[in-house]
Every structure is written in C-alpha cells, then in structure tokens.
C-alpha cells in the first residue's frame, strides 16, 4: 500500500505533466461542447448505454409487461445487444402497473444522470405519472403498450397528461372508444349502453371517448361508474348494469376486474341478453383461457393484429427465442418502440474518435419527432408532435369460437377503423 | 579497502567532517520524507475518514428524519379521527412536513458533498443512490402533504365530504323517517354506507347506490308526501350521490398515497441501508489504512534511526581514530615537552592538517630545542653586544655636535654634562658636574619658576613640556635653546632628570635669512612678466588648485586672483585638458620631472589666446606653471606664413608662366605664319578660286590654336594690362547670352544654371575679355563637377571686407565687387586644393571644354592682373569660386573704352621689322606691305642698329626675344640713343613681361602679342603713328 501511495504521491503527477504537456501540444479536435438545451448525457469509451425500462411485471397485467420486454429483446437481439460499439445496460423496474408505481420507479431511473432513455411502460396509468417525472428531468420515453388518450392527445389537441419527450408505438385508443360506439349504434343498433372503468387513465379514456361518440351518434349513457383495482366483488356494479337498463356494457378493463365482470355476469340472468364489449387489455390468451365459453359471443375493441411479413417472421423469431407463442400481440409495438429508440439514439448520438459519445436529451427528442415512414414490423411509423407513433387502426373481433383461441379471436374482426395520423 | 583509506588519510579535516556530516544530514533527510510522505497520507486518510463520517451522519440523521417524518405521518392517519384534525394536524402533520423538509436540506448537502468528495474519487457513494434519496424525500414530501390534504378534504369537520354526506343522511333520515314505503330502504342503503365507511370497499357503496338509485322512484311514488318535501327529498339525495362519488374518488386517491408510501419506503430504506453500510465501510478502510501506515511508517523510521545510529557509530569511531586520537598525540606530546622533556615529538600517520600539525609541531619542537641548548651563548654575547652598544651611545650622546644633554638629580645637581654642553653654555664638565642647573644655566628671573617645575615632576609627576627657552652660557650671554626633558631611573633605582637642549642660534639667523630669501622671491614672483601660477595637488593627482597667481598671470588669464586661490584649475580653466597641458600637470606632479608646453591656442567661454607653458614641481610637491600670453607672435607668424605661401604660391605662377610664355612664344612664331599667310593669300586670291576653303580652313585651325595659345599667354601674365571700367554683372549676363554658354547649358540640360546678379553694382577696372574668359572657365568647370543633377549659382555682390581677411588674403582694404559660382558638384579634394590653379593640374577632375587645362590658371592670373583675388570655399552640398575685383569709382581717360577703328591702311610710312625668325619677319612685311606701309626687314637686334646709323624710319616693329644677339628691349634702348623718341610697336609671343614692360616706359608706343592679325597689326601700327 505504502509503495504504491508514494508512487501516486510523488511520481504520478511527474508522469503526468509530461503527458499533458505532450498531449496538449498534439492536434486534437475541438472539446466536445454541449448547446443542448437540456443538458447531454456523455457516455464513455468503455461505458454502457444506460436505458431505463419500466413495466408492469407483477399481477395479471404482468403478462402484458413480460410482452413488452420480449419485445425489447428480440430488438436488442437484432443488434447484438450493442449500440454504437457500446454494450446496453437495463434497468428494470416493476411499476406494478399503478400510477405510485410508474412514479417512484422513475424516480429510481432518473436519479443516474448516465440514462438516456426509457421503455415503458405497460399501463396508461403508471405511464401519466412516469411520464411526467421522466419529462422534468429531460429524458426520453417510449411505449410500446400505453394507449390511453390522456398521454397524448385527445380530439387533436394535447392530452392533460401530455408530457414532452413521451412517445409510444402503441395506438392512441381515443378511437377504440368511437370505434365501439359506432359499431354497437350503427352496426347493432343498441339505444342504451353502460360503462364501467376502474379509474386508470387507460379504462376512463376509452369510456370517456366511447360515451362522447356514443351520445353523439344519439346513444344513451345509462350507467357510467367505476370499480377500483383489486376488487373482486363485481355483484355491485353489474346489479347497476341491471338496474340501468343497458343493452351493451362496455368494459375495457384490465385483468383480473375484466375477468371478474364477465365470470360474474354470466351467472346473473339478468344480463344474459346484455351485449359485453372489451378493450384491448383483454385480447390476451389469458383472459380467454379463464373466461372459455363464458366469453363467447363477446366483443373486443382494440389495434388491429399487424398483418406485415415482419410481424410474421417477429413472431417466429419469438417463437423461436422464447420457445411459446406470443399471448398477446402487443410485443410487435414493444419491438418498434425499443427499435425506434435505438434508432433515433444512433442518429443523434455524437461520436468522438476514441469512442466517447455525446447525446443531446433534447435532440433525441426532436429526432423521435422528426420520424418519418420509419419501417417498424407493425407497418409504416410517423410521430407526431404529441409523440404518437402508430396507425391508428382498430378491429372490432367478437368470440365466436373460444377454442380458437386467440388467434381466432384476432381473424374474427366483424369492424375495422383506421386513420391515418 | 587500503585503496579507501589512503585516499581517506589524504583528506582534510574538512572534507572528513563535511562527508560525516553529510552522511548523518543524508540519514536525517531520510527520518523528514518518511514523516512527510506519512503524515500526508494519514492526512488523507483523515479527510477520507472525516468525510465518510460526515456523510454517515447525514445518511443516520436522513434516515432517522425520514422514518420519523413517516411515522409522524402514520400517526397522523391513525389519530386524526381520535384527536381531531386540528389537533393531529399540529401533532402530526406539521412536525412531518418539516422533518421532511430537513431531510431534503440534508440530502441536498449530501449530495454536494459526495460531488465534492468524487472529484478526488475517494468516496465510493454512487452519486445515483444520492439523486434517488433526494428525489424520494421530495417525493414523499409531495405525497405526504396531497395526503393529509385529501384526509383534510374527507374528514374535516363540517367542510370535510364525510361531514357533509353525514349532514345529508341525517337530513334524509330525519325526513323520511315518517314515510314506511320508503324508510326501510333509506336504513338499507344508509346501513351499507356505514359498513363502507369501516370497510372502505368500493363495491360495498355501489350497493349503497344501487339501492339509493330506487329512493327517488319510491319518492315519486309516495302520495303521502307533498311536492315540495319530494323536490326536498330528491335534491338530497342527488347531493347524496355526488358527495358519494367524491368519497369514492378520494378514497381511491388515499389508497393510492397509501399505496405510494409503501413503494417509497421499499425503495429508501435498503437504499439508506447501502449508504450507510458504503460509509462505515469506508471509514473501517480508511481506518484501516492509517493503521496501517502508522505501523509501516514506526517500522521505517525504526530502520532508519537503527541505521543511522550504527551510521554514527561508525563515524565516530573513523572521526576518532582520524582526528581525536591525532589531537590526544599532540596533546600528550606538548604537555611532555612542557614538563622539560625537550626530546617528546608527535608520531603520526594521517596527511591531514593534523598530521601536518603533528610535523610542525617536531620541527618547533627541534628547534626550541636547539634554541634552549644555545641560548646561554647567545646570552653572554648579546650581553657583550649590549654593552659595546651602551657605550657607543654613551660616546654619541657626549659627542653629539649641537645637541647638548644634562642630567640633573632630585636636587637638581648635574650629574652629566655633554660635550655639545660645554660648547653651548661654556661651562666644561668638570665645572657643570655637582652643581645646581639654576646655579649655572637658569636666568635669575626663570630660576624659582624651574625650581617649582622640577620640584613638582619629582613630586607629582607633572613632566615639564618641551620649549624654546632664553638660558645663558658661563659668560651670562643668551643662549636661545630649544629644550626637552625626560626622567629616567637609574641602575640604582634613583629617578634623574635629563635635559636635551638643541641650540637655536643658528637657526634664528637661518629663519631670518629665510625670511629674507622668501621676499625676494616673493618680489620676483609678483613682478615677473610672465604669468606664474602655483597650484596644489588633490584628488590623487588628477585635479589642482590654486595656491596662488601673479599679477601677470591674472592680466594674461584675465581673471582676479582672489576668484582663483582655491579654486581647480579643470573648474577655471575647462580646455586646459582639451590642449593637453592638464596631463602634463600630472606628469609634472608624478615625475617630478619639468616640461614645456609648446605653444597653443587657449579657448574657453572667456577668453582665446595663444600660450607657451613651463611646468615644474617645487620640493615641497606644488606644482608651479610659467606662461607666457604669444597670441600677439603667433599672429605675426601666421600672417607671415599666409605671405610666404601666396609668395611662393605667385613665383610658383610666375615659373610656370615663364615656361608656358616660352612655349607660347614659340608656337606663336608658328602659329604666326600659320594664321598669316593664309590671310595673306586670301587676300590675293579672287573669290572664286578653289584654293580659298583649304586655306580658310587652314587659317581657321591656326586661330583655334591661337587661342591654346592665349590661354597660355594669359597664364604667363601681361595680357589684360588694357583695362576699361566694367560692370561685372553686365560682363556676366554677356557671357551668359554667349554661344559658348548657350552651347554649354544644351550639353548640360540635367544642371540648372541660376543668376543673382546685383542691379547696381560699383565699376571694376578690367579686361572684359579675360573677366568673361573667367566666368567661362568657372561655369564649364562648375557644370562639369555635377555628374547627374544639380545646379549652378551665378552671383554678384558688393563687399569691404574687414583687415583681417584682408590681410589673410593680400588684398589692400577698399570695396570689392564679387562674382561668386557655386555648384553642387562633387566639390574639390583637400589633397587637390593647394593644385587647381596650377596649369594642366587634375585635368580629369577640372577638365574644361577648351581641353588645354589652364581654365583655373587663368582665373588665378586674371585676378592676380586685376589686383582681385579668386577665393575658394566648400560646404557638404556646394563649391564656390570667388573672384574678388576693386572696385573703381573713376572713368580715366586711359580706361575709355577703345573705339573701334577702320584707318589701319597706312600711308607709305617707313617701316623697319626686326625678328629672327625669317617667316615672322616675312609675315610682317608682307601685312605691312599690304596696309600700304614701306617696309624695311632686318634679322637682329645688331643689324637693325647697324641699319638704323644711317636710315630713319618711322617706326620699329621689334621682335622682343631674339636669339641669339641682342633682345628686343636693348635694342630700343639703343635705338633711342641713335634716334631718340623713335616709336616701336614691340611684338612678343609673351605676354607682358618686365623687359616689355621697360621698353614701354623708355618710350616705346605699344605692345602686340604674337601671333597677331593684319588687323590687330594694322590698328597697333596706326595707334603709336598718330601718337
């Protein structure tokens, strides 16, 4: 210890003098100089790239999350998990798909200034508040899986929750609602409908949308309440249902409360003539597998499955990868988030000579907004500038088939919508 | 080894201590670097140590704030339906919040001191963990204060929702208490209210509604109710359902912060667990490393000091065996010898001062030795030595001429008496010995004084002070002495007195004749006509001062005496260094040897003179000087040398004159016939004839060197003896509207040709042809001294000068007329100055276009004729020539300008031609012939008497140099003795010259230069005829 000491002591600082003598009379290009206007994150030679994931990966919901990171996976492994000569480093945290959760797990991501972006998350409602901590300190977000209206924005205008630097692959579900609305008037004809969400931006973004165009095409709301998360006793609210009157119920809710609706509806016979419609949280292999032939005759409103030849040969990929099959459709925009990330990261990223790189927070943003028919396995990617990225496409599916599973689910579309950005 | 010590015992004492030293001071240096390097490293690890517990204080007081903020919160939760919002607000809340806020503030100082303490990388706390803490602090802080606001909003008293959906159940209660159809569903759903109020389970107040959603139908339905209780009813019970919602939802907030603080303590608390594990962690290492460092550092200097005390050891024993057993040797010898043991000596082996001390210390000791062995014998015969000396003293004492010695006892009786005292007061020893001074040689009057003087000496020690004294000798005369005394004891131990009178007879009579000597040259010193200064030496020879200075020499110096004595001469007299004479003063003073000055010229702000200076040194190491004031004969020798060289510089002119007037005498019999015959045959020959241009030409030649020869003539002098008055700017602008001129300025169209020519200027007596020839010679040569560009002044101007110029330059003092030129050419060289006027002298350099070289020779004798004198002067950018001219106020009859005569054909005059030369005399006779003139030759000057004894003629033209025979002008004189007042024109190639000049004044009526024209003849002939 003494020797070595005395070396850093006494010899170091005569080795180093020379050195920076010499080194500062070779040529050098210019310092690198941040005009970032909200700072830049500067990675070392050896140094990884930092990338913040949050998803739910606990609870029902857990599935969805687990999605999301297979997603991101077969995006790293298409890199070779490196990024510009630079090893990735994750940092995964569970948000338990709450709004506490997104909040205090961003919190753990941002408190290392050497991140410079997140995937995530799984649910709109961790999203609004995760989003929000990660915009204050200047990063980036990107989802593969949020689609609440909230984040974004609502009727073409930014969303309350609309953070800058939020982006998602995922669809904007302002027009799931509509879509459900539309179908249930037009197509079927039913006056009287009822809602029920269970306070998650995500479930009370897509009633709020479905009431709006409901009572627009001359609908009538009977019934607009809410369970909390958690809750299992669903007698309650569907004697609700009951007592409103409704012709349909529409019920885009998470795992397990959607479940427990349904299940718990079946065996009232009071709703048996009672149209159920779900949300997208639902179209998961899971949710059907539970349900079996409660659930037939049941609609289901979300994004249109992907039908390109990259989400076919993706889906192989995961096949092969994790040895099972997809259970739910959602890991194809988690691939294009984490794709897109890595993307706008390599064509904003400044690389020095030795290998250091430099990354404007706020040019990575700009860069994620400036995408173009960027080619993602779920077709043709365009932000905007309230950081949607996604066609807004969705299916009307309705279970016929139960033992089809979800495949059969998803080739069973009775209406679609889509809109261009 | 043997190597090592050799090279060590050669070594000085110096060198052993200095190495010893050295090695000690090597060992001390090596005890300071280790403390050093330790003491700084354990500083470090200090500081390490200090931050770490600093930031594990901050960490234990965040903690310990955090939990107690949470707890203070939880209570709050839990006792606010006990205690009272109020009350657990102040409790509880409040103390939270700022606990809270304390936390912050030190996870803020934590933060800035781990960023600190990572630039030197020294503490191993992630800046992340600190950035996560802070966040949950504030985080909490946020949560934390929406929650007790949303409690706030559920719970407070009357404004709280639960208050007033209690306000409205009971209003209902109240109200429908009395109906039955409705009262049993009202208590249904405001049971399930109450179950949810315990529960907080949302499905259970979603019962409450469904059943509170039937109330208003049952109302309706109610007929034992008026309208007005039903609207009352039904408003109540939709604020019921309202106020429900909003319990739902803050309910359902609550939950959620609930849920928050659970995910907020799951992330903090392992994360104070790691920070405080990193810092005690850190504090043990750096522990653990001052320990460590101590215990290396004590087992270091231990080796160290170890090494150093055998190190000192060893030096010692070297030191000792090499200098202190070397100083014990010494000692031990010295103290032998002291104890008489003359034969102790020093053996030592080194080569250092020591041993060379050792050495000397044998020798000394050798040499006291032999010193101790010898010393009786010297002792006996320096004792033998002492006494021959003693009594040759004693024989000098009593033989001393002139110094006379007495030795007198305590009663004064004489007790020696010398010889010299014998001749000086008379008394012989015999006589003076046992007498009393005062009874012999003291005055009566000096006697009783002495006696005192003697008697207190004796007494008192009071010596009596040497003196000049009046004594008297054995016959009672004065004898001036100078006396001196001194008490000495005698071998018997009795004190003595002796007296050494020295006579001062004889040196009064010298002082006087001192004296005496001293006025006289006192007397020649001031009366001397020459001036003598004295001056004493100072500042080691460099600088004197005035002593003193005679009348003569403050005449000659112009200045006071008084001014002077004291004064330095470098001070009064500044240029004394400048002519040298200052180091003759040194030299004068160093060598004693005297010098004289040569004469030179004194110049200083007061005076300028010529002086001779004689430097001497007196015995007494003054310095005097003689001089003498010569500016007077210095003068006169400088006129006088200014004289001789315009003498010799005019018999220099005059010689060369002589030899060009020879040459042109010749070449004008040449060019006579040259210039004549031609005329002659032109004459002759019709206008037509063919020979008429070689003979024009040939003509034309002989009058171009005619005019060589002029020049020449007019540099042998005599030619411009016919002068008329002239105006010399007149004569100047004639020259400048000449063709020569004209031709010239076109050559020289690079110079610039300038006049100021004066208006009115006084009249000069000259020969206009020479004047113009001057100013000719002067522009050409002036024009021909600029090579490129440049210019020529033409100047006139009238001026007296003052005597002195005058004298300097032989001018008699009247007005002058001046023509200056000045060019701007390469001026003229000192070596070629003293030259140009000389005929054919630096042709290249003062070449002219006449190319015959006499351009300024003819200038110089023009002037030299016209009692002028031509002046040169140079300045860097010009040369000018001044031809100074008389000024005449008088028009002469004689100076007239000569008309213009047409009468030369004569009228059968008789004429006698005499030249040896056969053409010239054949030319004259032929021009005379054709003027009409009868014309007798002869050949010489003998004939022409010979034929003049029995013809008369009317006139004589007489050749003046004839060869051999008789010369023109005695053959006039002759001529004159046979026909007095015969008239003779005299013909010469010279110009004037004595021998003409003689013939003129014995009568002869006029003087042609050869070679002349038929016209210049014929109008000479008609001039001395009609005379």
Redesign the interface.
Known sequence: ??PT??IR?FLLPLTLIPTLFLYSCSEQPPPFTCTDSIGCVTIAPEEPLKIGVLQALSGDVALLGEAQLNGMQLALDKRGSTLLGHTISLQIEDT?C????G??TA??L?????TIAIFGSTCSGAAATASQTMSAAGLTMISGNNSAPFLTSIAGKAAPNWQSGYFRTASNEENAGKVAAEYVFKQLGLQKAATIHD?DIYTRGLTDSFQKAYTNLGGQIVLD????KG?T?????L??VV?SGAELLFFPLFQPEGNHILLQARTQQALKDILFIGGGALIQKSFLDETGELAKGMFFVGPSSPKTAEAAQLANSYETTFNEQPTVDYYLSGYDAVDLLFYAIEQTMVREEDGTLHLGRQALRDTLYSITDFKGVTGMINCNQFGDCALSAFDILRLDQPTSGLKGLQSNVVFSYVLEN | MNIFKQKWNKLGITGKFSLAFALMLVFMLLISVTSY?SF??IGNARQIIWKSSTIGQLVLEMDRGLEKARRLHGSFFIQYEQIGLQAAHETYAQPSVREIAKVISLSRELKKLISSSNSDNRVKIN???I??YL??AE?FAE?SIEAVELISLRAAPKRGVEAKLQTVFLTLERTLQPLPEIWPTFMQGYSLYKDYLANR????M??T??IF??LPSLVTTTTSIGDESKTSITTLLATSRKLTEEL??ID?AI???L??FS??E??VSPLSKKLHQITQKEIKQARD?VG??YR?TIAIMLFITFLAACAVLFIAWVMHNSVTKNVIKLTNAAEAFNEDNLNARVHSCSQDELGQLGIIFNKMAERLKDLVENLEKKVTKRTAELSASEQRFRLLVNNLPKIAVQGYDIERKVIYWNRASETLYGFSTSEAMGKRVEEIIIPAPMRETLITEIQNWFDNDIAIPASEMILQDKDGGEVPVYTSHVMLTDIHGERVIYTVDIGLTELKLAQEEGRKNQLFYRQLFSHSSSGVAVFETVADGRDFIFKDINKAGEAISKVKRDDLLGKSVIESFPSIEKIGLLDVYRQVWQTGVAQHHPASFYQDDRQQAWREYRVYKLPSGEIVVLYDDITNQKQAEIEKNSLEQRLLRAQKMEAIGLLAGGVAHDLNNILSGVVGYPELLLAELPKDSALRPPLEATKEAGERATAVVADLLTVARGIANTKEPGDLSTLTREYLNSPEFIKLQSQKSQIHFREHLASTLPLISCSPVHVKKCIMNLVQNGSEAIEKEGSVTLTTTTRIPDAKWLQKHGLPPKEYVILSVSDTGMGIQDKDLEHIFEPFYTKKVMGNLSGTGLGLSIVWNTMQDHQGAVIVSRTESATTFELYFPATREITAANKPIGHHTEEQGNGEKILVVDDEPQLRDLAKSMLTLLGYNVTCQDSGENALAYLQSQQVDLVLLDMLMEPGINGRETYERMLEIHPGQKAIIASGLSESDDVKAAQTMGAGGFIQKPYSIKQLGKSVKKVLRN
């Open positions: 210890m003494f000491k005395l002591i338990g709450t709004p506490e959760g909040a205090n919190l753990k941002i408190a290392d200034p050497q306070n309440t809410a369970i909390n809750e006793e669903m007698a309650p609210v004697a609700a007592n | 390097c700084l490293y800046p992340t963990d950035n996560l966040s949950s985080r949560t389970q949302r499905f259970i979603q019962s509604l469904n959603d039937k739902l939802a359902l939950k959620s912060k849920r928050d995910l907020q799951q992330t490393q460590h460092i290396l």
